[in-house]
């Protein structure tokens, strides 16, 4: 029997996909891939088979993948053509290695044309590659991650107390990245699921005043909301650093490690309510409840946004 191979493990997500995975399966069934070596150390000198990779070129990633069945595609941190290129690299690299099944982080509702955001571009692209190919697959669609809206919530507990974005009354079930990553772990590690598409929501679909007040009566804040348009927004984030397109510049510990062009379309989706998709399939999966943003808030320090971890864009 193969191995279970997770990409990315230098990344936030793969990170903490790789701790739960060593909870559920022995070291010996396992690989590691990431871009930064130095990520790596500390998994080799467990014994756990290791492979530096840079899904950029596809030289090497065959031989990287070549003792797994299932391959975990951690979706790349840039947007556009570059990262279908690198996905596009790595589905060939495992149909040539003879991967049976790839996993891919997904987002809620890709396959809808009518979905403004311009990060389910890539991720639409990804999952009708994979299949074009024949591989066998499970997409997670994950929902957004509350963590970076927690993070954005403090922003303004630190500045004027009026969170603004372009969300309006739209819905989302914010999900932590610590469930995502579970829920990567946990698919790796099952063999139940072929040919599958996952939602991962968190516990119930709500507004960002929703969000807000959570936040408030937790931490005894007073923050409130105001809409704002998509240009405005473009406008508040880039006030804050941030590039238009993942092939900008991206300002050192900034709060908001992000390209505004995904993050006011991401914005206009949950407004249209192209991002209101709520199911049971993270705890069918996982047998767990996902972390409630109340939760989340009372252990604020545990789920902030991180740094921007992606070295080769």
């Keep these: 029997m193969g191995k279970l191979l997770l990409t990315g493990v230098d990344g936030n997500l793969g990170k903490q996909a790789a ?38 070129n596809k030289e090497g990633l065959a031989e990287a993948f070549a003792h797994a069945d299932k391959l975990a595609l951690i979706s790349m941190p840039f947007v556009g053509e570059k990262r279908q290129n690198a996905h596009r690299n790595v589905v060939d690299a495992a149909k040539e290695a ?17 979905n403004p955001s311009v990060e389910k571009i890539d991720h639409i692209y990804t999952e009708r590659y994979v299949q074009s190919v024949g591989l066998d697959y499970i997409f997670l669609r994950n929902s957004q991650y509350a963590e970076a809206m927690i993070t954005n919530y403090f922003t303004y507990v630190k500045g004027d107390g009026v969170l603004t974005n372009n969300q309006g009354d739209g819905k989302m079930a914010y999900i932590s990245r610590k469930d995502c990553a579970k829920a990567v772990a946990h698919v790796l590690a099952s063999k139940n699921y072929h040919e599958a598409i996952l939602d991962i929501n968190g516990q119930e679909l709500m507004t960002i005043t929703d969000f807000i007040k959570i936040g408030n009566v937790v931490t005894g804040n007073h923050i409130t909301y105001k809409e704002n348009t998509d240009e405005e927004n473009y406008a508040v984030f880039e006030a804050m650093g941030m590039p238009r397109t993942t092939d900008g510049a991206f300002k050192e510990g900034s709060e908001a490690p992000f390209s505004s062009e995904g993050m006011v379309t991401f914005g206009q989706a949950i407004r249209e309510g192209k991002m209101d998709i709520y199911t049971d399939d993270f705890k069918n999966l996982t047998g767990q409840e996902p972390l ?16 921007r971890h992606s070295k080769d864009n």
Excluded: R, W
């Design 19 to 56: 701790e739960y995975l060593l909870e559920l399966v022995d070291k010996d069934q396992i690989i590691f891939c990431a871009y930064d070596p130095a990520c790596l150390k500390e998994y080799a000198e467990q014994g756990i088979e290791t492979h530096v990779t840079n899904f950029n």
């Design 98 to 114: 003879g991967v049976k099944q790839i996993i891919y982080t997904s987002l809620v509702n890709a396959a809808d044309e009518t």
């Design 292 to 307: 409630t943003v109340k939760y989340m808030f009372e252990h604020a320090d545990e789920f902030q946004v991180g740094e």
